[in-house]
């Protein structure tokens, strides 16, 4: 065996060697781990790891027997569409097994959505749509039923069955939610914080829902918000005529419940019972560009006014 004497000039020499050392035999320790199919992956992972490839590979090869989530979410242009779709998108990389459907209100796809999906790390379709009939108080009801379409022309339910479940993008959402709503049989149901009150939900007796708590519509037979509920996509092909009736304002989420032909009996409840808030309705404040002029005006070239954000 030969020996190699190793001379150094300095202390800063010898700590760049060693850490050269150090780092190329950390980086030879063999390949990465594959992704895990589970909810969460290891600290150690995501630490490590770009999660556009994380999102990407826990969505690559589903298991036949695990149910996908289709998540629908309407959006329309506005000064803070994209934070809002980043944000959402950034709890979508974390669940596997999910399809994201992204429906503007629009008649043509804009070229931001267009570029912020080709990046978001979250399998997606791309879809637009206006209602012919402009009812613009009866927040995207038009576009869910784009989203359901969708599914009924491209989706086999034995073959890949699965949830649907409709988020907006203005919502907040613990990535636990979607772990509870992925094994649903008919439809589950859950509370929703902040509305009109901490949190509105289901009353649960006996692991049955009774009725439902509710500051808005509480006379509707499911006074349940958009974001409180999943329905297995076995429902839509069964019931091929459910949709959301969106003519009248107020009505989206019961007349589409009723349509599939459901009674409490058939609701699940998920979140312990409906004792845990794990969806919150919340809202982006509308961003103010007072200063803008101004902005333009001290700078000049250098503040571009048509930067995209």
Request: hydrophobic share 35%; proline share 6%.
């Amino acid at each position: 065996m030969r020996l190699f004497r190793i001379t150094f000039t300095n202390q800063k020499s010898f700590l760049s060697f060693f850490l050269d050392v150090k780092l190329k035999t950390m980086i030879q320790v063999g390949p990465a781990p594959e992704c895990r199919c589970d909810s969460y992956t290891s600290a150690t992972y995501r630490a490590n790891h770009n999660p556009y490839d994380i999102a990407l590979k826990r969505n690559a090869a589903p298991q036949p027997d695990t149910p996908t989530i289709f998540v629908v979410t309407p959006t329309y242009t506005r000064n803070s569409q994209k934070s809002e779709l980043t944000m959402l998108s950034n709890t979508l990389r974390n669940v596997y097994f999910l399809t994201w459907i992204v429906v503007e209100d629009s008649q043509s796809k804009s070229d931001l959505v267009t570029r912020f999906l080709k990046h978001c790390g979250v399998p997606y379709v791309h879809l637009n749509g206006i209602d012919p009939l402009r009812y613009t108080k009866t927040k995207a009801g038009y576009q869910r039923n784009l989203g359901i379409q969708w599914i009924r022309d491209n989706v086999n339910p034995i073959k890949t069955p699965g949830v649907v479940y409709f988020a907006d993008d203005d919502n907040s959402y613990d990535v636990r939610i979607f772990d509870e709503m992925r094994n649903t049989k008919n439809v589950s149901v859950w509370p929703v914080g902040f509305r009109g009150a901490k949190y509105q939900a289901p009353m649960v007796e006996n692991g049955k829902v009774v009725g439902f708590m509710s500051f808005y519509g509480s006379s509707r037979k499911f006074a349940i918000d958009m974001a409180g509920f999943a329905v297995n996509i076995r429902l839509l092909f069964e019931r091929p005529k459910a949709r959301f009736y969106y003519q009248q304002q107020g009505i989206l989420e019961t007349s589409f419940l009723t349509c599939l032909k459901i009674s409490y009996d058939d609701l699940e409840p998920k979140a312990s019972n409906c004792t845990e808030v794990l969806v919150w309705h919340t809202r982006t404040k509308e961003p103010s560009f007072a200063f803008e002029a101004k902005m333009v005006q001290k700078y000049g070239k250098w503040y571009n006014p048509d930067m995209e954000v």
